[in-house]
């Protein structure tokens, strides 16, 4: 089992920054790609970015150059650094344990509750 707490979302206004934590506990996450994801209001979930645990990263088109993932494996610790924010960015913030396939679709195997990050214009 693997347990994760996001935290960090909040309200803030287009072209702030915003930075997401999650606190992973339980099993050793070595074997897993860590991801976070999102879902706005009335939308599917979407991939954002996913690292491993080396720490290669791997991004949506849509979030490169804007979004950065890292983690601190010795803490257990994956981050989401948001920068230039836009009121599409509005939605629930996922983190995740799991898998990237070899067509880029990330497989979770545990999600945290999530956190709301709210952009407005």
């Known amino acids: 089992q693997v347990q994760l707490v996001e935290s960090g979302g909040g309200l803030v206004q287009a072209g702030d920054s915003l930075k997401l934590s999650c606190a992973a506990s339980?099993?050793?996450?070595?074997?897993?790609?860590m991801g976070w994801l999102r879902q706005a209001p009335g939308k599917e979930r979407e991939f954002v970015a996913a690292i491993w645990w080396g720490g290669s990263t791997y991004y949506a088109n849509s979030e490169k150059g804007r979004f950065s993932i890292s983690r601190d494996n010795a803490k257990n610790l994956v981050y989401l650094q948001m920068n230039s924010l836009k009121p599409e960015d509005t939605a629930v913030y996922y983190c995740?344990?799991?898998?990237?396939?070899?067509?880029?679709?990330?497989?979770?195997?545990?999600w945290g509750q999530g956190t709301q990050v709210t952009v407005s214009s």
């Open positions: 339980g099993r050793t996450l070595r074997s897993y790609v």
């Open positions: 995740a344990a799991g898998s990237l396939l070899s067509n880029g679709s990330y497989v979770a195997d545990y």
